[in-house]
């Protein structure tokens, strides 16, 4: 079976079957990646492929690797990311994924180099560990779960008491954002390297926890993904589809964003770059998100490490976790520094 690299003329037939590869469960979803598949892999790498292998009309299934400028052990280092993974159903369990892991492994080596460390993610409960072990490389291994919260903005929350200053980053704040997050990230393996953060567009905002003195605590971005990636749902279970009908009911007197019918885009934020010290700090924070995107939109998510002290943060904001297995490839078995992980950097 060939791999190879995609070329500018297969963005439609990519978008296509990112379409097709929907996520099933209860809330069934898919990620719609219009106008452009390729947007977000260069916003995830410094340098990024995609591999393809064709069928009759086109790509029918894809991957991607990406060099990464992260933490790694304390230091600076580089590693390679192996991720979107998609296989269109009528192509499943004939070698395929087997061939797109082994063209991955090898092209995230020329990318990152022969002694970089490779991560990807695969959602939990996915067999794919036994089948890297089994086809293509003994060594890869379970490093971490990072548990995606997707919390509701249905009300407005109770903002803890304490002396922390919320508000909203401008260029100003930026050298003392990077200075934190050097001083936090280095203590959190494959966190990536941040010299600089993007204050002032459009579809992202940094919110700053400060103490009296003006001190920075603390900081999270707010990032609406809607021009690189879309949520589409695909389906309801019968029991969520008539949860629906009586939310939707609701939705005008609790000032927020009824859900879609299938086929419709939910709203949401994705928290990046989270960086504190402590979880109070992430809490006060995240709670102010919470506030501010009320009424605008129906969930932020956040993805933690289910053992970082951080995700204590998370308790009493009604957050519906989906658990995301990190394989990695090349650190070291007893490392047990918590993970820092987001599939796209900004």
Not at 145 to 170: C, K, Q, Y
Not at 173 to 178: A, K, T
Not at 221 to 226: A, I, R
Request: one cysteine or more; glycine letters at 8%.
């Amino acid at each position: 079976m060939t791999v190879r690299d995609a070329r500018p003329e297969d963005n439609a037939a990519l978008v296509a079957l990112a379409a097709r590869c929907a996520m099933e469960g209860d809330l069934s979803l898919c990620i719609d990646r219009r106008p452009d598949f390729f947007a977000l892999h260069r916003v995830g790498g410094d340098a990024w492929r995609v591999g393809v292998v064709d069928g009759d009309d086109g790509p029918a299934a894809c991957v991607a690797v990406a060099r990464r400028a992260s933490y790694l052990d304390g230091r600076q280092a580089v590693l390679g990311y192996v991720g979107d993974l998609k296989v269109h159903p009528a192509y499943r369990r004939r070698g395929t994924a087997r061939a797109l892991a082994q063209w991955a492994q090898a092209a995230a080596r020329e990318l990152a180099g022969p002694g970089a460390p490779l991560i990807s993610t695969v959602l939990g409960g996915n067999n794919a560990v036994e089948m890297l072990r089994r086809q293509v490389e003994p060594g890869v291994r379970r490093r971490a779960t990072i548990r995606s919260h997707s919390i509701d903005l249905l009300t407005r929350r109770r903002i803890p008491p304490g002396d922390l200053t919320v508000s909203v980053a401008g260029p100003a704040d930026g050298r003392d954002m990077v200075e934190l997050w050097r001083a936090v990230a280095a203590s959190r393996q494959f966190a990536p390297v941040c010299e600089s953060f993007p204050l002032g567009r459009a579809n992202l905002e940094y919110l700053l926890a400060r103490r009296p003195g003006g001190e920075l605590a603390g900081f999270v971005g707010l990032w609406d993904q809607h021009d690189i990636k879309q949520m589409r749902i695909t389906g309801y279970s019968p029991r969520l589809a008539a949860a629906r009908v009586g939310f939707n009911l609701a939705a005008p007197l609790l000032r927020v964003p009824r859900l879609p019918r299938t086929g419709g885009e939910l709203s949401y934020r994705t928290a990046v770059h989270p960086c504190a010290a402590d979880p109070e700090t992430l809490r006060v924070l995240l709670r102010h998100a919470c506030n501010r995107l009320h009424g605008r939109h129906s969930f932020l998510t956040i993805g933690l490490d289910v053992l970082d002290p951080l995700s204590r943060a998370l308790s009493g904001l009604r957050a519906q976790p989906t658990d995301v297995d990190l394989l990695v490839l090349g650190e070291p078995a007893d490392q047990a520094t918590p993970v820092h992980f987001e599939i796209a950097t900004v």
